[in-house]
Every structure is written in structure tokens, then in C-alpha cells.
């Protein structure tokens, strides 16, 4: 089992940012694959970024690429979602996510552990 815990959302002003935190428990975290995905009202889940286990690998989907960075310290068990140039568009729920492969890191179906997510609002 693995626990993973969000931190750091907020009300924001457009161009503004965040950084979100995700503490993990229960597991070694250098033994999965980090992601983000966000969920804004009346919309899926949608992949924002992953890192592979090591921290040597990074995705991103398009949308947030040059704004957003994911980083990790598996010595003190976070992640992290450093996000700038906030537009109103990002506004959502952001979950972290745990998997054990790299293989399809984009879908919601290969991650095996979530947190309950951090709102994130971002003003016009």
C-alpha cells in the first residue's frame, strides 16, 4: 500500500504560481513512477506530467510544457509541481499519482495509488 498526500493549491491571479507538494508513504518512492493529472468540473482527468523513478526522465502534456516542472526527492518521499504562468484554464483539482512503469504514463488506468487532490484556482 502507498499513501500519497497533496499539498499546496490555492486562489491565485492569472500569470501567478504554485508549487504543489505530494508526500508519499507506505512504499519506497523511488520504487514507482511519479505523475500529476488534474480534473476540472464537468471534465475527465487528464494527464499534466510524470517522472520516472530515478527523476531522469520528465513529461509533460502540451498544454503546460515551458510552464510547469515536476521534480522529486526520494530521500525525503515528495514530489513536487512547480507551476508558473498560471492561466485560468489550469484551474482544477491536481491529484498525484504512483505507478509502477512508464508504459502508456499518460493514461489514468496504469496508476495504482492516488491522493484526494489540491484545488487550484487561477483568476481572471
Known amino acids: 500500500q502507498m499513501q500519497l498526500v497533496e499539498s499546496g493549491g490555492g486562489l491565485v491571479q492569472a500569470g501567478g504560481s504554485l508549487r504543489l507538494s505530494c508526500a508519499a508513504s507506505g512504499r519506497p518512492l523511488s520504487t514507482v513512477v511519479m505523475g500529476w493529472f488534474r480534473q476540472a468540473p464537468g471534465k475527465e482527468r487528464e494527464f499534466v506530467a510524470a517522472i520516472s523513478w530515478s527523476g531522469s526522465s520528465t513529461y509533460y502534456t502540451d498544454s503546460v510544457k515551458g510552464r510547469f516542472t515536476i521534480s522529486r526527492d526520494n530521500a525525503k518521499n515528495m514530489v513536487y509541481l512547480q507551476t508558473n504562468s498560471l492561466k485560468p484554464e489550469d484551474t482544477a483539482v491536481y491529484y498525484c499519482?504512483?505507478?509502477?512503469?512508464?508504459?502508456?504514463?499518460?493514461?489514468?488506468?496504469?496508476?495504482?495509488?492516488w491522493g484526494q487532490g489540491t484545488q487550484v484556482t487561477v483568476s481572471s
Open positions: 499519482a504512483a505507478a509502477r512503469t512508464l508504459v502508456a504514463v499518460t493514461t489514468t488506468n496504469v496508476y495504482d495509488y
